[in-house]
């Protein structure tokens, strides 16, 4: 099993930033691929960016990218998401997620999630 703790959510500004993180625990040589999602309140959860636990690959949504960065640090089990140039539309509940390795392309592990709130 795979553990993942979201942090770093809160409320900024229209136009600033915010720096999430995801920590990873138990099997962590398990995961093939971590990625982020978030869901905003009457909306369907949205995929934003992901990034491979072993290699430097990355994936992103149209609507992450350019503001968002996805980034890893394997010597502490975590996966950041920086994000830039907030928008109120960005208020969501933001998730991470992690795929095991043979499981194909299905997140198995998720995380409770994060509070972001961006004001106008």
């Known amino acids: 099993q795979v553990q993942l703790v979201e942090s770093g959510g809160g409320l900024v500004q229209a136009g600033g930033s915010l720096r999430l993180s995801c920590a990873a625990s138990g099997r962590t040589f398990s995961i093939y691929r971590v990625g982020w999602f978030h869901q905003a309140p009457g909306k369907e959860r949205e995929f934003l960016a992901a990034i491979d636990w072993d290699n430097d690959n990355t994936a992103y949504s149209d609507s992450a990218k350019g503001r968002f960065t996805i980034s890893r640090d394997n010597a502490k089990n975590t996966v950041a998401l920086q994000m830039s140039r907030l928008k109120p539309e960005d208020t969501a509940l933001y998730y991470c997620?992690?795929?095991?390795?043979?499981?194909?392309?299905?997140?198995?592990?998720w995380g409770k999630g994060t509070l972001v709130t961006v004001s106008s």
């Open positions: 997620a992690a795929i095991k390795v043979g499981a194909g392309l299905d997140y198995s592990y």
